[in-house]
């Protein structure tokens, strides 16, 4: 099974990535657009049912409060030249950094595949084709955006599994945070 680590974003969120969407993208761009968002923490990929309940056993180990994280500014990856994948950022948290590197810490024994550096964002497009970059970019750092914050008090071990309209998510398990 394939899986990753992620946090939800209450639906009362949801508008704002949405809302960008439809702002942002025309039929100059090919692109996928995200339907279910999530902030992942850790991409796992493939994982047998027995390192399945080891990794649970694991995450349920870690420790952490509530925090708030609050959007910031869009932008693309790889680089501006290559545009494959356009995101709405999150602000710079010294509580979400801590999460990450205590989940990347309590799996480290798995020896999962190195994964990017952790750049918290929230997936909007993936896109296969711009037909003027300097236009589309142009276009994205002129949408403004309202700034909405949100409570973090989970993250979540979901399943991926792979169709041929796009990946669906299963939860398989919550992680709640430390009542202090």
């Given at each position: 099974m394939r899986l990753f680590i992620a946090i939800?974003?209450?639906?009362?969120?949801?508008d704002i990535p949405k809302s960008i969407q439809a702002s942002l993208f025309d039929i100059s761009v090919r692109a996928k657009l995200?339907?279910?968002?999530?902030?992942?923490?850790?991409?796992?990929?493939e994982v047998s049912d027995s390192q399945k309940e080891q990794i649970v056993e694991k995450l349920s180990g870690i420790s952490f409060p509530s925090f708030t994280l609050c959007t910031s500014s869009l932008?693309?990856?790889?680089?501006?030249?290559?545009?494959?994948?356009?995101?709405l950022g999150l602000e710079?948290?010294?509580e979400?950094?801590?999460?990450?590197?205590?989940?990347?810490?309590?799996?480290?024994?798995?020896?999962f595949r190195?994964?990017?550096?952790?750049?918290?964002?929230?997936?909007?497009?993936?896109?296969?084709n711009v037909d003027n970059k300097s236009a589309f970019l142009d276009k994205m750092r002129g949408l403004s955006h309202r700034k909405a914050c949100f409570e973090v008090d989970r993250f979540t071990l979901y399943e991926s599994v792979l169709?041929?309209?796009g990946p669906e998510y299963k939860k398989?398990?919550?992680?709640?945070?430390s009542q202090k």
């Amino acid at each position: 099974m394939r899986l990753f680590i992620a946090i939800d974003f209450p639906d009362n969120f949801l508008d704002i990535p949405k809302s960008i969407q439809a702002s942002l993208f025309d039929i100059s761009v090919r692109a996928k657009l995200t339907s279910s968002f999530h902030l992942t923490l850790r991409f796992l990929g493939e994982v047998s049912d027995s390192q399945k309940e080891q990794i649970v056993e694991k995450l349920s180990g870690i420790s952490f409060p509530s925090f708030t994280l609050c959007t910031s500014s869009l932008g693309v990856f790889p680089n501006n030249k290559y545009i494959r994948v356009v995101w709405l950022g999150l602000e710079n948290s010294e509580e979400l950094k801590i999460l990450q590197k205590n989940i990347e810490s309590s799996l480290s024994s798995f020896s999962f595949r190195k994964d990017f550096a952790f750049h918290p964002h929230i997936t909007l497009a993936r896109v296969s084709n711009v037909d003027n970059k300097s236009a589309f970019l142009d276009k994205m750092r002129g949408l403004s955006h309202r700034k909405a914050c949100f409570e973090v008090d989970r993250f979540t071990l979901y399943e991926s599994v792979l169709k041929p309209q796009g990946p669906e998510y299963k939860k398989l398990k919550e992680f709640s945070a430390s009542q202090k």
